[in-house]
């Protein structure tokens, strides 16, 4: 069994913000799947599941703000006995170019608090796919981050968040060192 999570937060006023594309890219992947996400109180996320190429996997986003994900991603692997080598994180990634994409086996929170929350609940060794939404402008990251993508910069976002749906068929399939090399 895998787990797949997108990194964004939860609430109206976020929804087209560039710190939410990991919800976004796994919004695109229910939706592709006929899967409708349900409200797991306990596991601090919207849930659902399905399979993959004939792999099981559950597909959540947090319920927590960013900055807690790691108690969501935590409590979903205590409760569905998911080893952190079979997890997956999307999200944002300040560093890469609006429309880029990468891959990595793991690594730093990169100063992304998502992913800081994820390593101090689980630890640091757990696949990630990092969704571009640079350059930053001469602004604090904290308040790009939380700004909604231009409307020019959405036509971008969708085919980025089309091809991460099939980048992470891909991975699913072929493991990490391919889809590096061919998504990277």
């Known amino acids: 069994m895998k787990l797949l999570i997108g990194l964004g937060n939860i609430g109206d006023k976020y929804v087209f913000t560039r710190h939410n594309?990991?919800?976004?890219?796994?919004?695109k992947i229910a939706l592709d799947s006929?899967?409708?996400?349900?409200?797991?109180?306990?596991?601090?996320?919207l849930l659902t599941k399905f399979k993959i190429n004939g792999e099981d996997v559950i597909l959540i986003k947090p319920t927590t703000f960013m900055n807690l994900s790691g108690e969501a991603v935590r409590a979903v692997m205590d409760y569905y006995k998911i080893k952190l080598e079979?997890?997956?994180?999307?999200y944002d990634d300040l560093s890469?170019?609006?429309?880029?994409?990468?891959?990595?086996?793991?690594g730093s929170d990169g100063g992304h608090n998502g992913i800081k929350s994820i390593?101090?609940?689980?630890?640091?060794?757990?696949?990630?796919?990092?969704?571009?939404?640079g350059?930053?402008?001469?602004?604090?990251?904290?308040?790009?981050?939380?700004?909604?993508?231009?409307?020019?910069?959405?036509?971008?976002?969708?085919?980025?968040?089309?091809?991460?749906?099939d980048a992470v068929e891909f991975y699913f399939e072929n493991g990490i060192q391919k889809a590096q090399n061919k998504f990277n």
């Not at 880029?100 to 793991?106: D, E, Q, S, Y």
């Not at 609940?121 to 939404?133: E, V």
């Not at 020019?152 to 749906?165: A, G, I, N, R, Y």
């Open 119 to 133: 390593i101090q609940h689980c630890g640091k060794d757990f696949a990630r796919l990092k969704l571009g939404i």
């Open 21 to 27: 594309i990991g919800f976004m890219a796994v919004d």
């Open 135 to 165: 350059p930053q402008p001469p602004i604090p990251a904290e308040h790009f981050v939380l700004q909604n993508f231009t409307q020019e910069q959405l036509t971008t976002v969708k085919e980025v968040v089309t091809t991460s749906k």
């Open 86 to 90: 079979d997890i997956l994180v999307i």
């Open 34 to 45: 006929n899967q409708t996400f349900s409200v797991e109180k306990r596991l601090k996320s």
């Open 96 to 106: 890469l170019p609006l429309g880029k994409m990468r891959f990595r086996p793991n």
